[in-house]
């Protein structure tokens, strides 16, 4: 069965502090992918980032960073230098090639000013 | 528009009242899924549309649930006999093809049952 953990519930930081949101996967699947969606207080879900099970590539864009460890199940994302602007609920979630995205439950992150 | 849109953007009924929700994906987009958020959840699937294939229905909660998908393009969410427990916020996400993976959302309709 396929299950996406996310165990912060909730994170609260200062402006430019860094972040890092965790997400634990479990699969049985060989092929598969994962996804960081952002859903901002207006309720759209916005695709940050695809990744899929064949490469274990960190990636950067701006101050996105994701760090994917199939070793360990995981793959987390930073926020370097937090802004206000970040705050929102983050979700990963897993594709299994199928049909269907297996979401976590989210953190929410609050950027203080 | 070029995203995925969804109407109404809230939706309040009474309980036991039908409702319908609507999602129209991005122009060519083959796929169109529904999911639900209920208040602190992760999103639940509830439906999938490939093309003209039969849908996957595997995750309605009950027969109350069902969509139509005409012409491979919008899509409508009924929900018969409306309860408290289905007040959530409804959301539609399209793909553009059964090899592409990213799903797009759009921005939800929230219900709610009184």
């Known amino acids: 069965a396929q299950k996406v953990t996310q165990a912060q519930t909730e994170i609260s930081v200062v402006e430019k502090e860094d972040v890092t949101l965790d997400c634990v996967y479990e699969?049985?699947?060989?092929?598969?992918?994962l996804f960081w969606y952002k859903q901002p207080p207006s309720g759209e879900l916005v695709f940050l980032i695809r990744?899929?099970?064949?490469?274990?590539q960190n990636e950067i864009s701006g101050r996105y960073s994701w760090n994917f460890q199939k070793s360990t199940s995981s793959f987390n994302f930073t926020i370097t230098a937090s802004q206000v602007v970040d705050s929102a609920v983050y979700f990963c979630?897993?594709?299994?090639?199928?049909?269907?995205?297996?979401f976590g439950t989210g953190t929410r992150l609050t950027v203080i000013p | 528009g070029a995203g995925v849109s969804q109407s109404p953007s809230n939706k309040v009924t009474e309980k036991g009242k039908d409702v319908e929700l609507r999602c129209d994906p991005i122009?060519?987009?083959?796929?169109l899924y529904w999911y639900r958020q209920s208040l602190g959840q992760g999103l639940e699937f509830l439906i999938y549309?490939?093309?003209?294939?039969?849908?996957?229905k595997s995750g309605l909660p009950s027969d109350r649930f069902s969509a139509e998908r005409t012409g491979g393009s919008v899509s409508t969410l009924t929900i018969q006999r409306t309860q408290q427990e289905d007040s959530a916020v409804y959301l539609c996400?399209?793909?553009?093809?059964?090899?592409?993976?990213?799903?797009?959302f759009g921005p939800g309709t929230r219900l709610l049952v009184l």
């Open positions: 699969t049985r699947d060989t092929t598969y992918y």
């Open positions: 990744r899929n099970s064949f490469d274990e």
């Open positions: 996400a399209s793909r553009i093809s059964r090899t592409e993976e990213t799903q797009y």
């Open positions: 979630a897993l594709s299994d090639g199928a049909n269907n995205l297996f």
């Open positions: 549309f490939q093309g003209n294939s039969a849908p996957d």
């Open positions: 122009s060519g987009h083959t796929a």
